[in-house]
């Protein structure tokens, strides 16, 4: 079973673009929405991350959007540059009695035309 | 600081035989992590250890043991390779608040 679900797989953006990547979750106990960035040959890192009482978080270019009530949450790259050519995951995590962990969706894969 | 650092990048196995993944941080965190990336399936979390002393099962455990040897490495151990774990293998760290995840460079794991 799927618990974060991602789309699109790929996406190709102009650069000075807008690219936007969508999760959708089930769990209603996740409670923190993180977003990763990898290049190929690295491993992921954390890029801009969301609680649920909020709706919206921005950090320069980056933007999440977070419908509680839907449980959708989306990645915004506002004025996508080449460099921002990379795979990005969405995640959900779970927080327990002394442990966290992360479930993550299966990537979207960004291309920034030049 | 090195951050997370994984041992081998890469390695060639064959099916049945067995091999060990090294993961050790410098950061000083309590949980880490290990996750297998398979193209289309995103990360998915094989083992985890929340402190020095626990592990417990993630999503795909089967096929995998893990060790937590002290609060800075955490190692994986494939005892009977299969083809099917053929992967790139991550290991992580995180602290508490604000529990950002630290992914290390990664093992490229091919088994034949």
Same mark, same amino acid.
């Given at each position: $079973? *799927?618990?974060?679900?991602?789309? /699109?797989?790929? !996406? +190709?953006?102009?650069?000075?673009?807008? &690219?936007?990547?969508?999760?959708?979750?089930?769990?209603?106990?996740?409670?923190?929405?993180?977003?990763? $960035? *990898?290049?190929?040959?690295?491993? /992921?890192?954390? !890029? +801009?991350?969301?609680?649920?009482?909020? &709706?919206?978080?921005?950090?320069?270019?980056?933007?999440?959007?977070?419908?509680?009530?839907?449980?959708?949450?989306?990645?915004?790259?506002?004025?996508?540059?080449?460099?921002?050519?990379?795979?990005?995951?969405?995640?959900?995590?779970?927080?327990?009695?002394?442990?966290?962990?992360?479930?993550?969706?299966?990537?979207?894969?960004?291309?920034?035309?030049? | 600081?090195?951050?997370?650092?994984?041992?081998?990048?890469?390695?060639?196995?064959?099916?049945?035989?067995?091999?060990?993944?090294?993961?050790?941080?410098?950061?000083?965190?309590?949980?880490?992590?290990?996750?297998?990336?398979?193209?289309?399936?995103?990360?998915?979390?094989?083992?985890?250890?929340?402190?020095?002393?626990?592990?417990?099962?993630?999503?795909?455990?089967?096929?995998?043991?893990?060790?937590?040897?002290?609060?800075?490495?955490?190692?994986?151990?494939?005892?009977?390779?299969?083809?099917?774990?053929?992967?790139?293998?991550?290991?992580?760290?995180?602290?508490?608040?604000?529990?950002?995840?630290?992914?290390?460079?990664?093992?490229?794991?091919?088994?034949?």
């Amino acid at each position: $079973q *799927q618990q974060v679900k991602q789309s /699109p797989q790929s !996406l +190709i953006v102009q650069k000075g673009g807008i &690219s936007i990547i969508n999760c959708a979750y089930e769990n209603t106990a996740f409670d923190y929405f993180p977003w990763y $960035q *990898q290049f190929p040959g690295k491993g /992921p890192a954390l !890029l +801009i991350a969301i609680r649920p009482d909020v &709706s919206e978080k921005k950090e320069g270019r980056f933007t999440i959007s977070f419908n509680k009530s839907a449980k959708q949450f989306s990645l915004h790259i506002m004025d996508s540059q080449p460099g921002d050519s990379a795979t990005y995951f969405c995640a959900a995590r779970l927080l327990g009695a002394g442990y966290s962990t992360l479930t993550f969706g299966k990537g979207t894969m960004l291309l920034v035309s030049p | 600081n090195a951050g997370v650092t994984q041992t081998p990048k890469f390695q060639v196995l064959k099916t049945g035989q067995s091999m060990t993944l090294q993961c050790a941080q410098d950061m000083n965190h309590n949980s880490m992590y290990w996750y297998r990336q398979d193209p289309g399936m995103g990360l998915r979390l094989i083992y985890y250890s929340a402190s020095e002393g626990t592990t417990d099962k993630g999503e795909v455990p089967n096929g995998y043991n893990v060790s937590r040897l002290n609060k800075r490495e955490f190692s994986l151990r494939l005892e009977s390779a299969a083809p099917s774990q053929t992967s790139v293998y991550f290991c992580a760290c995180q602290d508490r608040a604000p529990y950002e995840q630290y992914f290390g460079p990664g093992t490229r794991l091919t088994v034949t």
